[in-house]
C-alpha cells in the first residue's frame, strides 16, 4: 500500500487550457513499478537488470534502457492498455508478467532471479578457524571471505547472459584475493567499524552487492599475578608499496658494482663464458680510427653493452639470493617472500600509462601526464608523428638507475687525476715537478695493459672533459670541482640549495633514528617526509638538458679507468700496501698514485662510499613518487629501510671533509660549514696536510 501511494502522488492530473467555457481533463498516465532481486541467498536487489515493456506476447520493446536502480527498482509510466513486462539479469528466464491497466491506476510486480548470491566469512585465529560470520572479532584475526552462489547457478552458466566478474573489497585495509571469489584480510591495525564488500557483475550491465559489518575490538586484558617483565620494543611501521622501489634500486646499483663489472669485460676479453662471443659480434662493427686499439675498442664497447644490460628497473625477482632476500627482510621488519616482492613492485606501485599498455613509475607517470598530448614512441607500429615527436617508452618504463654524484665522488677521489697522471707518465710527458715521481713507471709492451693504455690515450679526444662534467655537477647538485685545471665556471642555472636540502635531511634522518632507537617514543616520520620532498623536488629540476646522456657516459668511463687501474700489471709496476684490506682491486693504485704526487691523504673508501650510497639515496628520492606523499609511514619506512646507508654516508662524510652532519647548526659557522661544498673542505684539509709537512 505504501508504494502504491507513492506512485499515486507520482501521477500527475494535466489539465488542458479552457476554452468556450468549457474544461477538459487529460487521459491520466499508468504507472507500472518492476522490483528485481535475487531469489536465493541474501535476495538481494539486483542493479542495472534490464526491464522489457511490450504490447504483445512476443515481447517487441515498446521502451528501451529501461533498468533497475540501486535498489532494484524501475518506475515506468505508460498510456492504459494491455502491456507484458519482464526483466533479465544474469541468466535467461521465461517469466512474463501480464498487466492491464486502467486510466491513472498502477500495478506492482517483483521478478526473482534464481542466482543464490551469498558472502561467508570465517575468522582465523592461531590457526583455528572459529564460528562463522560472528559480529565481533578481536583485533589481529585473519578473516577469509568467500563470494558464494547457488549449485543451479553454477551449474546453468552456460546460460548466463553475460561473463559474470566476483569482487571482493573492504571500507579498511586491503583483502587480498586468493582465487576469483575468495580473499583473506588482515585485522591487524584495524580496530573498529569493518565492512566485507562482495559485488556479483555482469560485464557492463546488472550487478549486486552485499556489505557484511564486522566490529573489530582490541583482545580482552588478562589479569595476572606475581612478578610481571615489561619488554620495550621498537615502533611497527605499514608495509608501503614504494618500498618494493627500493630493492629494485638496491638489485640495480649492485648489478652495476665494479665486482660485476670486472667479471663481465674479463669473461669478454678472455672468451670464458658463451655469452662473450655474442658481445664480442656485438662490438666488431664498432671501432676507433687508430691503428693497434682492437682491444680497447671491445673493452668500450662491451662496457656500453653492460651498462645498457644492467643499469634498467627489470627486476627477476624469482631469481633473487637467499642472502639478497633476507637482507630485504630486515630492512622491511617482517618476514616476506619473493612473490611478495613481486606482487608489491608489479600490481602495487607501478602505474598503468597510455591506456594501461604499459606501466612506469608513479613519478614519471605524473610527468606522461603533463605530456599527454605527445604520442609514445614504443617502436612497433607507431605513427610517423610518434616516430619523429614522441616520448621514448623505453626511457618511461626503464629509465636507467644511474646518478652523477657517483661520478662526482669517484672523481674527488682522485680516480680520474690518477689514470691522467699515468697517461702523461706513459706519454713521456713530465708536470710541474722537477722529477716525476712516476718516472720509474715502465709499462713492458709483452702484456696488454701497454696497448691497452695506448688505446686508452689515443681515444682521449671522444671522453668527456673535466670541464664537462663539471658544468654538469653545478647543474645537478650544485657541487663543484676545485684545482689548477678547473676554470671559473659560468654556469646558466645550478642547485644553489641541494646540499643545504639534502644535509638537513640526513640530520634530520639522524635525529629520527635517535627517536625511533627509544622504545618510549614513537619517532615522528613528518620533518623527513617534509624534508625528501624538498630534495626530490631539486633533484627533479636537474633532470634536464644533459640528464639522460652524461652520466651514463662518465660511468662508462670511469669504470674503464677503474678495471685499467684493477689489472695485475699495474700492482706490479706502481706496487703499494698489500695488507690494506681494500674491496675493490683497483683502490689501492689510486690511493698509491696519490702519496706518490702528494695529494690528499684521505682514503679512496670513503669517497667510494660516498658514491655508492650517495646514488641509492638519491636514485630513492628522486623517482620516489615524493611530491604526492602526505603519509609520515612512508617517509619513517624510507629512513628505516635505507638506514645502514645514511649513516654510512654521514660517517664517511665526515672521514672525507671533517664535517659531522649529525650536529645542530645552532651556530652560523656550522651552518656554512655544513652547507658548504665539499670540495672547499677538501682543500681547506690539504692545504693543512701539506703545511704540517713543511
Known sequence: MATEKKLTKQMSHTQMPEAAGHTHLAVKKAMIQVTVSDSGGRKSPIEGAQVCVSRDKSLTPLLTDVETDSNGEAVIEVDPGIYWVTAKAFVATDDK????LQDGGCEIHSFRIP?????EYVPCRDSAVQSTCPDVITEGTVVRATAKVSDDFEKGQKNFLKPVIFELSSNRGT???TS???GYIETAGLRGRLELIAVLREENTAQMTIREALNVI???????????????GRTATAKTSDMALWTVIRASTAALSFTNYKTFIDNVMCGIEPWATDTTTKCSNKSLPYPGVNDYSLVKCATEVFLMTNCGVVVDFANLADSTLLEEQARFGREI?????????YDAYLVGVNGGTVKTLPYLSLIRSKLGDVPLKDGSTSTALANCYGILQEKLTNPCLIELIWSYWEEEGQLVQTMKAISMRFQNKRGRAEVDPLMRFDIDPLRPLGNLLWGYIQDEQHRLTLVRRAYEYDHHYGISLQGRAVPTLRTVDGRSKFLEAFHNLLYLCSVFFKEDDDTTVIADGFPVMNAIREVHLLLAEGAHNQFGDLPSTARQEMLIEQWLLARPEMREFL???????????WMDRVDTVKRIQGWTDITVTDFHYLAVFGEQLLLSIRYGNWSDVFDPTQAANWARYWRAEIQSY???????????LTQDTAGLRQASERYAPPSVHLRRRLDYQLASKR
Open 97 to 100: 508478467w501480464r498487466v492491464d
Open 115 to 119: 542466482v543464490g548470491f551469498n558472502l
Open 175 to 177: 583483502i587480498k584475493r
Open 180 to 182: 576469483d571469489r575468495e
Open 218 to 232: 582490541a583482545e580482552a586484558a588478562q589479569s595476572i599475578s606475581g612478578g610481571v617483565s615489561v619488554t620495550l
Open 337 to 345: 617472500q619473493r612473490t611478495d616482492l613481486e606482487d608489491l613492485w
Open 575 to 585: 706496487g703499494g700496501r698489500i695488507m690494506v684490506p681494500y674491496s675493490e682491486a
Open 650 to 660: 654521514i660517517h664517511s662524510y665526515r672521514a672525507v671533509t671533517g664535517v659531522d
